[in-house]
């Protein structure tokens, strides 16, 4: 995954909102998955197709941050949201 690399929720998931934290459910694996506010708004960026960059320059916006502190911490959480198959890669020529 690059910064180029554009990702999108995965279509099967449902999920509900339970005080701070978001809970994902995949009935096709048969697991749920819990995310912090953090990762509750990254989630909700992703529900259209979003280049990893973007993501980046949003968090580190939102949170007064340096591009370069949040990349390696929201790398990581996407990168385990792929490994999940919570997200998936989107084809840019697929993109309107």
Same mark, same amino acid.
């Given at each position: 995954? *690059?910064?180029?690399t554009i990702?999108?929720?995965?279509?099967?998931?449902?999920? =509900?909102?339970?005080q701070?934290?978001? =809970?994902?459910? #995949?009935?096709?694996?048969?697991?749920?998955? #819990?995310? @912090? +506010? !953090?990762? #509750?708004? &990254?989630? @909700?960026?992703?529900?259209? $197709?979003?280049?990893v960059?973007? &993501?980046?320059?949003?968090?580190?916006?939102?949170?007064?941050?340096?591009r370069? =502190?949040? *990349? +390696?911490?929201?790398?990581?959480? %996407?990168?385990? %949201?792929?490994?999940?198959?919570?997200?998936? !890669? =989107? @084809? $840019?020529?697929? &993109?309107?």
């Open positions: 995954m *690059t910064a180029d990702l999108v929720r995965d279509g099967e998931l449902a999920f =509900v909102l339970l701070d934290a978001l =809970v994902l459910l #995949s009935v096709q694996r048969g697991a749920y998955f #819990s995310l @912090n +506010k !953090v990762g #509750s708004q &990254i989630w @909700n960026m992703l529900i259209r $197709p979003r280049r960059g973007e &993501i980046f320059d949003a968090m580190a916006e939102i949170h007064d941050v340096d370069d =502190v949040v *990349t +390696k911490d929201v790398f990581n959480f %996407l990168d385990a %949201l792929l490994e999940r198959h919570l997200v998936r !890669v =989107v @084809n $840019p020529d697929m &993109i309107a």
